[in-house]
């Protein structure tokens, strides 16, 4: 199979003119960490953003960084680092739950609107973005956004990008917004909770003043033998102490926490952003489902009860990571019924090609909406030639 590594955006563009005119199709990837994620490629060439990479804006005071495409996520987390700032959205690790290699790429995180445990409290990666370059599908180098966070008119490109999954648009060059790294961490664990005890839990504290940046349980079994339901505060040392003292007054009825800090507690929250209690078997079927964190327990029994699973919940009960044979449907059938009966929407991380290929990977859209997304499809990419499929059938 044929594959590109432009060295440049004017590289880029004259590559993805030439490939329109042929009609050849592109997989479009960074360093190939997520290659699994979506529907089987139907593509007949490569083109990678790996030779893209450098830090091309970083102003501290501002608290702004930019970087091409094909940078790699480590450089620019360690450069954020010595200055005492981080990407807020706590980007996922996907090599471990997927089994691949190389180094994940800023511009993936983009790509895939990549973000962890803290999205409940500082949003998405989409939320952070505030400028992306790319080549759309007719060999145009497009800007969108900047530097600074303002309100849009028109269509949102920036946004559209996000979680676009490389069937837009080849990114060359992204922007985020960063902010600085909390000079405390601490997190409360509660231990012997059942899910909905649990989420109610969580419920009570995140409805009140004090600022959870973490909100996860995990049910017996997950990641040891006894039920944990973790609460994630951040702050000056002085505000944790006063904020750890409240929640324990607001949930004396769940029971004493535990305080936990430093390394441990960062290795936990590393655990549930990369989901590691389901990379040991790597055979099973994993499904990402959000729904309102009111039903996550319903959601999750119902599909229990029609198949073998295991679960646990992030976002206080409103994302579900959920584990299950890979046989068969993979338990599309079962997790598409409960999200009907209760609301909410799912997509199939990880399961073999044969699966991918039979089954929805993404949230089957309606017809409207699935207009819609034909195009936009069809404008940013007339000729159909990237990430073909990899989203849905036939866009």
Do not use: C
């Amino acid at each position: 199979m044929r594959s590109y590594e432009p060295q440049g955006e004017d590289e880029a563009a004259e590559i993805v003119r030439e490939a329109a005119g042929r009609g050849e199709r592109l997989r479009l990837v960074g360093a190939d960490t997520k290659a699994r994620i979506g529907r089987p490629a139907q593509d007949e060439a490569t083109l990678s953003a790996r030779a893209l990479s450098g830090i091309t804006l970083y102003e501290p005071a501002e608290m702004v960084i930019g970087a091409r495409a094909g940078t790699p996520l480590a450089e620019v987390q360690a450069l954020l680092a010595e200055r005492g700032q981080t990407l807020p959205f706590e980007p996922m690790d996907h090599r471990v739950l997927m089994g691949s290699t190389g180094e994940p790429t800023l511009g993936a995180v983009a790509a895939a609107n990549n973000s962890g445990p803290r999205r409940i409290n500082l949003g998405a990666a989409r939320d952070s973005l505030i400028g992306v370059r790319f080549i759309n599908g007719r060999g145009e180098a497009i800007k969108s956004g900047g530097r600074v966070m303002k309100n849009v008119t028109g269509l949102d490109l920036v946004k559209l990008m996000a979680g676009s999954w490389g069937t837009l648009g080849f990114l060359t060059e992204v922007t985020f917004k960063v902010l600085p790294v909390q000079e405390r961490v601490a997190t409360l664990v509660f231990r012997g909770l059942d899910d909905s005890r649990a989420i109610e839990a969580l419920s009570a504290a995140l409805g009140s003043p004090f600022e959870l940046t973490g909100a996860a349980h995990l049910p017996p079994g997950i990641d040891g033998p006894e039920a944990r339901t973790l609460m994630r505060i951040e702050g000056f040392a002085n505000a944790i102490d006063y904020r750890a003292g409240e929640l324990r007054r607001l949930l004396k009825r769940f029971g004493q926490p535990d305080l936990v800090e430093g390394e441990a507690g960062a290795a936990l929250w590393k655990r549930v952003r990369d989901v590691e209690p389901f990379a040991a078997s790597g055979v099973e079927a994993v499904w990402r489902i959000a729904t309102a964190p009111v039903t996550g327990a319903a959601v999750a029994a119902a599909i229990g009860a029609e198949r073998a699973s295991r679960w646990f919940y992030d976002w206080g009960g409103g994302q579900i990571w959920l584990a299950t044979d890979s046989g068969g449907d993979a338990g599309a059938a079962a997790t598409r019924a409960a999200l009907r009966q209760h609301g909410g929407h799912a997509t199939l991380i990880r399961a073999p090609d044969s699966v991918r290929a039979a089954v929805p990977v993404f949230e089957p859209l309606s017809e409207p909406l699935m207009r819609v997304t034909q195009g936009i499809k069809a404008a940013h990419d007339p000729k159909g030639i990237f990430n073909p499929g990899r989203m849905y059938a036939g866009v």
